[in-house]
């Protein structure tokens, strides 16, 4: 059973920004895709970023440009760089982890952590 875990959320301000990490462990398989998602009050989860093995990285268009992910294979961890947060940004973010067993793929998802941008 892979446990994932995040951190780093919390109360900022419009224009601030904020770190979020999270960290996959119990695995003795590789560790895929891993991603960050949001769900803002009253809407549904949303994909923001994305990161595959190799590196390659997708993100939401509302955060092109001001939001950055990155992993550390080694470690299974990734990080998303949030600048310039709006309160439109305001959302419980989760990261999910996907698991590459022999025969299918996994995907585990943290508790999530909020984050709140005031204006």
């Known amino acids: 059973q892979v446990q994932v875990v995040e951190s780093g959320g919390g109360l900022v301000q419009a224009g601030g920004s904020l770190t979020l990490s999270c960290a996959a462990s119990g695995s003795n398989f590789r560790i895929g895709t891993m991603a960050w998602y949001r769900r803002p009050p009253g809407n549904q989860r949303e994909l923001v970023a994305s990161?595959?093995?190799?590196?390659?990285?997708m993100y939401e268009d509302s955060v092109k440009g001001r939001f950055t992910i990155s992993r550390d294979n080694a470690k299974n961890t990734v990080h998303l760089q949030m600048n310039s947060l709006n309160p439109e940004d305001t959302a419980v973010y989760y990261c999910?982890?996907?698991?590459?067993?022999?025969?299918?793929?996994?995907?585990?998802w943290g508790q999530g952590t909020q984050v709140t941008v005031s204006s």
């Open positions: 990161i595959d093995i190799g590196g390659g990285s």
């Open positions: 999910s982890a996907e698991e590459l067993t022999t025969n299918t793929r996994v995907r585990y």
